[in-house]
């Protein structure tokens, strides 16, 4: 996805619900936001490491604004 983006694994955030989506995003060495609702096979998706756990998706741009103004994947 990437590569199709044009962009690299560092600065693509990857937003996801479930454990697996966070290890995907590991894996391709992206950072990854989990939304707490949703498929988490069953699990709090809180208990996932993420960079950061969202109740809506409407938190995200402001979770992004703070962690670009913390220099986070720049």
């Given amino acids: ?3 199709a983006l044009g962009t690299p694994p560092a600065q693509t955030l ?3 619900d479930s454990s697996n ?3 995907a995003a590991r894996a391709a ?3 990854v ?3 707490t609702y949703g498929y988490n096979h069953g699990q709090p998706a809180r208990g996932v490491d993420a960079d950061g ?3 809506t998706l409407a ?3 402001a979770w992004v604004a703070a962690q670009a103004s913390a220099g986070f994947a720049q």
Avoid: F
């Fill in 1 to 3: 996805t990437c590569r």
């Fill in 14 to 16: 990857m937003v996801g």
């Fill in 21 to 23: 989506d966070a290890a």
């Fill in 29 to 31: 060495a992206c950072p």
């Fill in 33 to 35: 936001v989990l939304v």
């Fill in 53 to 55: 756990h969202l109740d």
């Fill in 59 to 61: 938190d995200l741009p």
